[in-house]
């Protein structure tokens, strides 16, 4: 399966919002060299099974369109996001799940819960409060929290200058 990158025109048989070239591009700005373990291609489908999961601001353009994006009544920062483009913090919170795939931090892998205390003996186990069974990777919220239905500065649809 190829590549096709999603650029807010609604592009038939889309599956990524980047391309691996902007992943290559990406990863080079950074300093991060991927293990080889999976191609560029099998990175971006995974992030991408995350990244398509998510709850977002606005409203699909399309009821049929193959993706989350573009979307319409979005407004980051208390500014109206045009509904033809992809932000460029979805892509970037894209290419990072794609580099936390490859280190073996999928955003989507169930992650022990922390414990806290054990006891063989009639077995008893104690987990910390409020202990996540998810793996988080910060960067990839951190680009992303803007975009998310309800997280972010901005967040309400109601608000903002469209331009």
Known sequence: MAIVAEDGSLV????SYVTEAELAAYNSARNITLSGTYTAEQLLIMAMDYIESLSYKGLKVNS???LQWP???VYIDGYYFESD???NQLKNGLMQAA???DAGNSPQQVAPRKTIREKVGE???EYATGSSSVAIDTKIKSFLYKLLAGGGYG???T???KG
């Open 12 to 15: 038939t048989g889309a599956n």
């Open 64 to 66: 049929t369109q193959a």
């Open 71 to 73: 979307r319409v009544d």
């Open 85 to 87: 483009e992809i932000p």
């Open 99 to 101: 580099v936390a795939i």
């Open 123 to 125: 077995l008893e186990v």
């Open 155 to 157: 967040s309400a649809n």
């Open 159 to 161: 608000v903002g200058t």
